[in-house]
């Protein structure tokens, strides 16, 4: 594992994961890190990070190798999530771009469908996205507005999405629209909609207070025309159940990125008070900050902890969507108390956005909102008491 807990190994890592995760801190080192800043300026990731990712084979870890993918397991995919944020990055688009679109593809998608769309996601070429969020239906997706409506051999799509990650610069996306209005969340259904397609139109790239390296956008659909082909599956109405079955992935996922966020966070941290001096001392010779530090480090050993569980639970596919809202909520609620506690031992250039620790901490914010909102999560879980 990593410098903070050097003993540390999860049950599900084996030779070939510790492989990869030393393989992907070395590139994120070198291609992630250094570019916070200038991803921030320009709101949005080089394409050909995208590319590079990929051909270093981070891409679509655990798609199958038929369809462009690596051929990993979900462990792997994941691993390589927590490296990204070990790295300290705040921008760039994976969980989405990899470790879930593609996902309702390669679950549920045709032959054709798979064949058609994910090689060129793995590959790098195509950037993916999926849009569920709507002006008025965030974690609610029984509210969707967005319709598809049947025309001869195609599905017409009206409406609009928006805080879509990678929305800016995607090429491949995942609507969620409405074949019947009347239907209820029986209605609900998923379609792959190429971004040059006529009626598709990128809105505003918005503008965030933390993550702003990410080209978080709006989306338009106005009379945008897709073949009937592009239908996720078989049939329509089954978009409710295909999101129900990814959404426990997609939380865990967000469950793990936070784990990495507050180990970078408290590394970082520790590095700064050895070498920044206070009367006389350094700043970590403070009882204080020993103590502040070693509450934080054990929060993120045990939030740690769960989320390898999950991770486990996945690969085992037992991963339900209670469990992976609890690991969601505790390790999102440890992300930003480590970050606030952590930025406090940096002083007043703990504040200034040139740190990443101030990065990490704006970034965190939004861990508590999106995948569905924290008092979401708390909802779920509570179904089953």
Partial sequence: MGALFPEYRPSWEGEDHQALRAHAR???????????????????????????TAAAGLVGVDMPEEYGGQGGDAAMEMLVADELCLAKDTAFGYGVGSTITPHYIVEYGTEEQKKTWLPAIGSGEKIAAVAMTEPGAGSDLKGVRTTAKRDGDSYVINGSKTFITNGGSADTVVVVAKTDAEAGHKGISLFVVDAESEGYSVGRVLDKIGRRGADTAELFFNDLRVPAENLIGEEEGQGFYQLMKQLPRERLSIAVDS??????????????????????????DFQNTKFELADCKSKVLAARTMADLGVQMLLDGTLDAATASMMKLHCTEVLGEVTDRCLQLFGGYG???????????????????????????????????
């Fill in 26 to 52: 070395e590139f994120f080192a070198k291609e992630m890190t250094p570019n916070q800043e200038k991803w921030a300026e320009q709101h949005y990731v080089d394409r050909e990070t995208w590319r590079k």
């Fill in 259 to 284: 784990v990495g966020m507050a180990e970078a966070a408290i590394l970082d941290t520790i590095a700064y008070t050895k070498e920044r001096g206070a009367f006389g001392q350094t700043i970590f």
């Fill in 351 to 385: 504040y200034m956005m040139e740190y990443p620790i101030a990065q990490m901490y704006a970034a965190a914010r939004v861990a508590r909102i999106y995948g569905g909102a924290n008092e979401i999560m708390k909802e779920l879980i509570s179904r089953g008491l």
